[in-house]
């Protein structure tokens, strides 16, 4: 998880997991982590203006989902 906007990736991670109940798993805690790995990636992403109409993400989808593959 690379931030470059001035957020402590250590103090993001320590925060997530603290948030987390008691009995939480190994599992629970990388899941945690790889969605919020995603979402600082989706911000990040917006801040710089890259973003997608809904249009443009179901022709990405159709074509990385629905095309044949033929050997």
Known sequence: ???SN???IKEE???VIK???K???L???QYHLFVKQKLLRAESQIS???TYTH???MERVKKKWFTLRVK
């Open 1 to 3: 998880m690379n931030m």
């Open 27 to 29: 599992e629970d805690i």
């Open 23 to 25: 009995d939480t798993t």
């Open 13 to 15: 991670v320590i925060k």
């Open 19 to 21: 948030d987390l109940p």
């Open 55 to 57: 249009d443009e993400v």
């Open 6 to 8: 001035g957020i402590n």
């Open 48 to 50: 710089k203006g890259i």
